[in-house]
């Protein structure tokens, strides 16, 4: 996954480069330019990449994964993934900047850390390991590679690169894509040859993994078991080798000395980590973002087996409520709910459903008792509202709105349709500045800019509210640009 090169020299620019990203299991190919017009990012062939370059690589990286890769964008899933992120970055001795954690949709046994901390684990082999011990060996192994700066080093050593190559390149290694269909100059085809870990990273980054691993309190074998699963996925798949393994070689080697590691400490005390819990996690995973008949069997089968497996009950209640059949989503949430009546996974999906049943009590019953991300909120202020409180909804939607990260969100439907019905809450309420502003928010972030001014604009002219005068002054450029501005 790293890159260097020799074929450089002076400051070239680079102009009119397209990629063509072929995804397998999805149904067209999807066609991004990363490279156009693009300077040489530096002029000193001896420059250093500093801790606050590689954050800023980082950043530049996400923003084309965001635009070009299907991410998981459920709340609960990312929240689930990011805590075991988290967990593990809490034991980090040398933190140099916030670590974050995504899934990629996509049924590919692959994984990688990007610069700047973003670690990436794809839906194939999330769904693959039995434990979340497992599940936690791969991203301790992937933010190894991470703390221990291997991208960044090459970097170091090369020469003049442009930023957006740098991308582009990394894009094509890490996701597994083409990097023929990737470096159509010379210069991009001589970076593609050196991309593997080298033996020394491996190590490296088995050894800063596994040590954040344990201390974080899982369990160590879990390494060992996840690196052999991936080799069985390998033999069972008549020899076609998973991403992973491609970037990550010398497996069999390494898989040997881990065991053997494992055996001459003395880990710290293990701790307990809700199987269930991933196991749940997995259900969703599955429900949600895998073919929806196939899952429907997966559970069905599952439930023939056993009868009171309220996992299953619940990743079937999952696939009824993605087809919107609300009624035998309720029926198999209540089984679940039966066996397990603590599970907030099981009042959250029945608050949803009830809440799209129209029958808005029994929504608030179960809404009532789960954390309050987006789409929890957007339900437990319809509920609310149609219950005649809509003070408490404007306020559960306003709370849920101050949390809202535009570089790390995915899903911004959610956020819009909370700004949709601010603005109809508002318009009951007569405050037509706020429902204006509201309605200039939905349309910023459903991408119409010329709307979102507009309203903006009107609510400016009616407001006389302080506060909503801070808001909006924080819109530049209200006005509809000039025609000689526009072209």
């Not at 390998?234 to 494992?262: C, F, M, Q």
Request: net charge positive; proline share 3%.
């Amino acid at each position: 996954m790293y890159f260097t090169t020799s074929l450089i020299r002076g400051n070239f620019l680079f102009c009119h480069t397209l990629i063509l990203v072929y995804y397998k299991n999805m149904y067209k190919k999807i066609v991004c330019i990363l490279l156009t017009g693009i300077f040489l990012w530096t002029n000193s062939a001896s420059a250093l990449i500093t801790i606050e370059e590689e954050k800023k690589m980082g950043e530049k990286f996400f923003a084309e994964v965001k635009r070009q890769i299907p991410l998981i964008s459920d709340p609960v899933l990312n929240r689930y993934y990011n805590e075991i992120g988290q967990t593990l970055s809490a034991h980090l001795k040398e933190r140099y900047y916030p670590y974050y954690f995504f899934i990629i949709d996509d049924s590919t046994l692959n994984a990688f850390a990007a610069p700047g901390g973003y670690v990436f684990i794809y839906r194939g082999l999330f769904l693959a390991f039995d434990t979340e011990d497992e599940l936690a060996a791969v991203t301790a192994h992937e933010m190894g590679h991470v703390v221990c700066r291997h991208i960044a080093k090459r970097i170091e050593k090369s020469k003049k690169i442009g930023i957006a190559t740098m991308i582009a390149i990394l894009a094509g290694a890490f996701m597994g894509l083409d990097a023929g269909a990737i470096a159509t100059t010379a210069m991009g085809a001589g970076m593609a040859m050196s991309f593997k870990y080298s033996r020394e990273d491996e190590e490296q980054a088995d050894r800063t993994g596994l040590n954040i691993l344990l201390a974080s309190g899982y369990d160590g074998k879990a390494v060992v078991s996840s690196f052999k699963k991936l080799l069985q996925f390998s033999l069972g798949s008549g020899g076609k080798i998973p991403p992973y393994l491609k970037t990550h070689p010398d497996l069999e080697v390494r898989i040997v000395y881990i065991a053997n590691t494992l055996k001459r400490i003395s880990p710290p005390k293990k701790k307990h980590h809700d199987q269930r819990r991933f196991k749940l996690m997995q259900a969703r995973l599955r429900a949600l973002y895998t073919e929806t008949e196939a899952a429907k069997n997966f559970f069905a089968l599952k439930l023939r087996q056993d009868p009171k497996d309220a996992v299953s009950h619940y990743g079937l209640a999952l696939c009824f409520m993605r087809e919107r059949d609300w009624g035998k989503a309720i029926i198999h949430l209540k089984q679940a709910l039966d066996l397990k009546p603590a599970e907030p996974l099981f009042w959250r999906a029945l608050g949803i459903c009830y809440t799209e049943k129209e029958e808005f009590t029994l929504a608030l019953r179960y809404l009532k008792k789960v954390n309050q991300d987006a789409e929890v909120a957007f339900y437990l202020g319809l509920a609310y509202e149609h219950n005649g409180n809509i003070d408490k909804a404007i306020k559960i939607w306003q709370s849920a709105l101050e949390k809202f990260d535009p570089h790390l969100t995915l899903n911004l439907s959610d956020f819009s349709q909370i700004c949709y019905h601010l603005a109809h809450a508002f318009a009951k309420k007569k405050k037509l500045d706020w429902a204006h502003y509201y309605l200039g928010k939905y349309f910023e972030l459903e991408g119409k800019p010329a709307q979102a001014r507009y309203h903006f604009q009107k609510a400016k002219n009616l407001t006389q509210d302080k506060a909503l005068k801070v808001k909006i002054g924080k819109k530049p450029n209200l006005k509809e640009p000039k025609k000689e501005d526009k072209k």
